[in-house]
C-alpha cells in the first residue's frame, strides 16, 4: 500500500485544515494519522477502522474529524480550531489485516502561527 498526504500549510490559530490521505488500493484495515512535532515523540490524532468509529487524541478530541470517502482509497482528517501546539508533520498509517506491515505515507507539514 502507498499513501500520500496533502493539505498540510500555514494557518493562523482558530483556523482549519483538511488533509488527505490517498491510497492505491482499497483500504479496508485499520487506519490512521499521527503527527510529530520537533524534538517530540511521535502522537495518535485519530485511528478508525473501514466501516467503524474513529477514536481521537486526547489533545485533539472534539476539534478533529478523521473521515474516509465511499471509494475507501482516501482518508480525510478535518481539523478545526487549531492551536500553535497542533504544529507538526502529520503522517497517515495503514494496516491492511493484523499480519500486515503498518504503511506510512511521507508525511505533511502543519504549521499554526499564534
Known amino acids: 500500500v502507498q499513501l500520500a498526504e496533502s493539505g498540510g500549510g500555514l494557518v493562523q490559530s482558530g483556523g482549519s485544515l483538511r488533509l488527505s490521505c490517498a491510497a492505491s488500493?482499497?483500504?479496508?484495515?485499520?487506519m490512521g494519522w499521527h503527527r510529530q512535532a520537533p524534538g517530540k515523540e511521535r502522537e495518535l490524532v485519530a485511528q478508525?477502522?473501514?466501516?467503524?468509529?474513529?477514536k481521537y487524541g486526547d489533545s485533539v478530541k472534539g476539534r478533529i474529524t478523521s473521515t474516509i470517502d465511499s471509494t475507501k482509497t482516501t482518508v480525510y482528517l478535518q481539523m478545526n480550531s487549531l492551536k500553535p501546539e497542533d504544529t507538526a508533520v502529520y503522517y497517515c498509517?495503514?494496516?491492511?489485516?493484523?499480519?500486515?506491515?503498518?504503511?506510512w505515507g511521507q508525511g505533511t507539514q502543519v504549521t499554526v502561527s499564534s
Open positions: 478508525m477502522a473501514s466501516g467503524g468509529r474513529a
Open positions: 498509517n495503514v494496516q491492511q489485516d493484523p499480519f500486515d506491515l503498518i504503511h
Open positions: 488500493t482499497v483500504l479496508v484495515g485499520l
